[in-house]
């Protein structure tokens, strides 16, 4: 999938280009995420409806964020980063929302397993964006960069990323009680994870003797 693919995802569940869309107010666009985009991931994570949903602190800060951005950067860093941008009625597009994916530890046999962390804006929910968000990073996984495991981990009580997860392909393999202090309380996260679907394999080669006809 190119990354102009996602552009045009509308509304709700429609998928195509925005030309063939009675009306297409929302245009999508997810690219790989930019240090210029430090401000925007602050201001996305650090949103009051968006961080406890996560794993990330209050305080969110640009600085912070530019830091994580340059490292993942380096040539040869496994991170994927990607941004996804709407915009409206064709006018600017606005970072609404960021999704990625990380190496899930440093053992040489655990290689093939990825976590994956994703957020969207309120102003930018309900809208695809991370349908979308989810949609690039699961290519990218299962067709470039040699991932065959990819996990997460959400809060119990995230029924909207939860079903976006199993909608994808995702499965719930185990409740962590009391795994995250969120607010001032203790409460359970789940572990998910996706195989993927069907690995890629060598083309089967042709027998020696079927070239002697
Ligand atoms: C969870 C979250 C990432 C979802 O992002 P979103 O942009 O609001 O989600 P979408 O608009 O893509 O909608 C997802 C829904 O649309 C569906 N959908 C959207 N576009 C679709 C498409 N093109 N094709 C098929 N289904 C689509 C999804 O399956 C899902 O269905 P639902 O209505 O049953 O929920 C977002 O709400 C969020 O960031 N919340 C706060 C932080 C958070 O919870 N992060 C996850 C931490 S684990």
Wanted: glycine letters at 10%; a negative charge; one cysteine or more.
């Amino acid at each position: 999938m190119s990354e102009d693919l996602i552009t045009g995802v509308a509304p709700l569940g429609e998928v195509g280009p925005v030309a063939d869309l009675p009306f297409a107010p929302v245009q999508l666009h997810v690219r790989r995420a930019r240090v210029g985009d430090a401000a925007d991931l602050a201001r996305i994570v650090g949103h009051a409806d968006v961080f406890p949903h996560t794993l990330q602190m209050p305080y969110a800060d640009e600085e912070i964020w530019r830091t994580r951005l340059t490292d993942m950067l380096e040539p040869g860093k496994p991170d994927l980063m990607l941004v996804g941008e709407i915009s409206l009625n064709g006018g600017p597009a606005h970072v609404q929302g960021m999704a990625g994916l990380h190496q899930a530890g440093p053992q040489l046999r655990r290689r093939h397993v990825m976590s994956l962390g994703i957020c969207v804006h309120p102003d930018g929910q309900g809208q695809g964006l991370g349908w979308a968000l989810m949609a690039a990073l699961l290519d990218y996984a299962d067709r470039w960069a040699q991932v065959l495991r990819i996990e997460l981990h959400v809060y119990a009580d995230n029924e909207r990323a939860i079903r976006l997860y199993e909608s994808l392909g995702f499965e719930t393999e185990g409740r962590l009680r009391g795994d995250s202090l969120r607010d001032g309380e203790y409460v359970d996260t789940l572990c998910m994870a996706r195989w993927h679907p069907s690995p890629p394999r060598l083309p089967a080669t042709r027998p020696a003797s079927s070239n002697q006809l």
